[in-house]
T-cell receptor
């Protein structure tokens, strides 16, 4: 079963607007969440993370929100730029699994100039 | 950027042949991972290592084996490649206390 789900395979936004990428999870033992960005022909790169004891973490244009009761997290990018066009993966770590991560399917973000 | 290289970067092989992919790191990180990326599935963990000669299975380990005889190298072997193993393979590393994993550039494997 898919413990981390990204239900939107793709998202298209205009440059300067907000991009919101969503992720849902089913495992209540997840205690740490991460977002990775992936450009074509490259490996994923770490973007931002959040611990389950927080509900928000911000880093420049990127903010991650965590709603534990809904088992939902989202990544906000404001303002969106064409260079943000990439596949975004949500990932989660279970507190008893050490450093192992479970990834979602990914969402292709396209930012149009 | 974390010092991770993967070789080969591209490979085409035939069904039934053995294939070995190599991941090499220069960061001296304890943990190493092998993932495959397929459309609609994201990244799925194949095997991982938590030290030299210490490895364990991930969620899609059938048909794959790994070895880690040195801290810097983690090998993924397909004993007898099948078309279902056509994929992009990524290696990743993390340090003991790290939550973040650093990924290599990937290997595109095609099994005909």
């Amino acid at each position: 079963d898919q413990q981390v789900k990204q239900n939107s395979p793709s998202l298209s936004v205009q440059e300067g607007r907000i991009s919101i990428l969503n992720c849902d999870y089913t495992n209540s033992m997840f205690d740490y969440f991460l977002w990775y960005k992936k450009y074509p022909a490259e490996g994923p790169t770490f973007l931002i993370s959040i611990s389950s004891i927080k509900d928000k973490n911000e880093d420049g244009r990127f903010t991650v929100f965590l709603n534990k009761s809904a088992k939902h997290l989202s990544l906000h990018i404001v303002p969106s730029q064409p260079g943000d066009s990439a596949v975004y993966f949500c990932a989660a770590r279970e507190e008893t699994s050490g450093s192992r991560l479970t990834f979602g399917e990914g969402t292709q973000l396209t930012v149009n100039p | 950027d974390a010092g991770i290289t993967q070789s080969p970067r591209h490979k085409v092989t035939e069904t039934g042949t053995p294939v070995t992919l190599r991941c090499h790191q220069t960061e001296n990180h304890r943990y190493m991972y092998w993932y495959r990326q397929d459309p609609g599935h994201g990244l799925r963990l194949i095997h991982y290592s938590y030290g030299v000669k210490d490895t364990d299975k991930g969620e899609v380990s059938d048909g794959y084996s790994v070895s880690r005889s040195k801290t810097e190298d983690f090998l993924l072997t397909l004993e007898s490649a099948t078309s279902s193993q056509t994929s992009v393979y990524f290696c990743a590393i993390s340090d003991y206390d790290g939550n973040e994993q650093f990924f290599g550039p990937g290997t595109r494997l095609t099994v005909l």
